[in-house]
């Protein structure tokens, strides 16, 4: 079993950073992709951003140029580098990674960005 532990999610003012990590522990073989989603109230959850096994990234059209998805393949983390919030960035933000052909999910980390 894999568990993914999300931290660093808080209220912040626009134009403001945050950077959320998540943790990955348990049976972890190797990991693929890992990635960042989000879900706002009353709306579908979304993508943010992905980070390949070899580093190769891809962004949701809404945060290209403000956010920056990166890994840590020794620890097992991934992180999300977010500048220039803005009120619409606020929702839980969720770690997903994919192992041997399951995905995985955290708990999810509130952020909230105030106008």
């Known amino acids: 079993q894999v568990q993914l532990v999300e931290s660093g999610g808080g209220l912040v003012q626009a134009g403001g950073s945050l950077r959320l990590s998540c943790a990955a522990s348990?049976?972890?073989?190797?990991?693929?992709?890992m990635a960042w989603y989000r879900q706002a109230p009353g709306k579908q959850r979304e993508l943010v951003a992905t980070?390949?096994?070899?580093?190769?990234?891809n962004y949701g059209d809404s945060v290209k140029g403000r956010f920056t998805i990166s890994r840590d393949n020794a620890k097992n983390t991934v992180y999300l580098q977010m500048h220039s919030l803005k009120a619409e960035d606020t929702a839980v933000y969720y770690c997903?990674?994919?192992?041997?052909?399951?995905?995985?999910w955290g708990q999810g980390t509130q952020v909230t960005v105030s106008s």
């Open positions: 997903n990674l994919w192992s041997l052909g399951k995905g995985y």
């Open positions: 980070i390949g096994s070899g580093g190769s990234t």
């Open positions: 348990g049976s972890i073989f190797s990991i693929d992709a």
